[in-house]
């Protein structure tokens, strides 16, 4: 059945707008995100097999190239996915410039939300002012966090950029074990004693696992 031939109150779009979002079943929201069906297959039918084979869950943890081998998916489709499921993140997690940290806490809780479902390792770099409000944040690599490829130059190049008076290292750890490892505190260590030169205090160094995470005491 093509879309045209159902009825239109019976359609996503036009149930949104008359009855609200809060009705629509997860296929029709993604109906109302992709517009357009595949091949023989209208945009409800589509979104109900995605929703049944897949789930909201499995799809969020893909790639954009794992997306694009879903029957039905194309490069455009697999943008709106990944687009609306990152808007939630930002969302649910906010906003983290101009928040004041008092405690790891603080700063795990937003890139816990953030990085949960990275396939690869990020090393993040946050910067605070004089009362710890974050004023910037810069990933620094991206794939093994190992201590021979992260020079504190890049760190404190861009904490210095914007005025930096103390830095956070956040990364994570894909297979969801937030243990330090001798690495991570290689670079801990580096990065420390790099800031002491620079005069930009390394306040904590923050891994991120699943469900938790762990600060790495200086």
């Known amino acids: 059945m093509k879309l045209k031939e159902i009825s239109i109150e019976n359609r996503p779009r036009e149930r949104l707008i008359s009855s609200g979002v809060n009705v629509l079943s997860d296929s029709e929201l993604l109906a109302v995100l992709f517009q357009s069906g595949y091949k023989g297959e209208n945009v409800i039918d589509m979104s109900n097999r995605l929703i049944s084979e897949y789930s909201l869950e499995k799809l969020n943890s893909l790639s954009l190239y794992e997306l694009m081998k879903i029957k039905g998916i194309g490069k455009a489709k697999a ?57 910037g944040e810069k990933v620094i690599s991206i ?7 992260v020079h504190p130059r890049e760190v404190f190049k861009e904490a210095i950029k914007c005025s930096a ?6 990364h994570n750890h894909p297979s969801g074990d937030c243990e330090a490892s001798e690495e991570d505190i290689k670079i801990t ?16 160094h923050i891994i991120i696992g699943k469900k938790e995470f762990y600060s790495i005491n200086i």
Do not use: P, Q, W
């Not at 008076?165 to 956040?170: T, Y």
């Not at 800031?195 to 390394?202: P, R, S, T, V, Y």
């Open 79 to 135: 943008c709106k996915i990944l687009s609306a499921f990152e808007l939630s993140k930002r969302v649910r997690a906010g906003r983290i410039c101009e928040k004041r940290i008092t405690c790891s806490e603080d700063i795990a809780k937003y890139y816990m939300e953030k990085m949960r479902d990275y396939k690869r390792e990020h090393l993040i770099a946050v910067f605070l002012d004089t009362k710890n409000k974050i004023i």
């Open 189 to 204: 260590k580096r990065v420390n004693d790099a800031g002491k030169i620079f005069g930009i205090e390394l306040l904590d």
């Open 165 to 170: 008076s103390a830095i956070i290292l956040v």
């Open 143 to 149: 794939g093994t966090v190992d201590s021979s490829l």
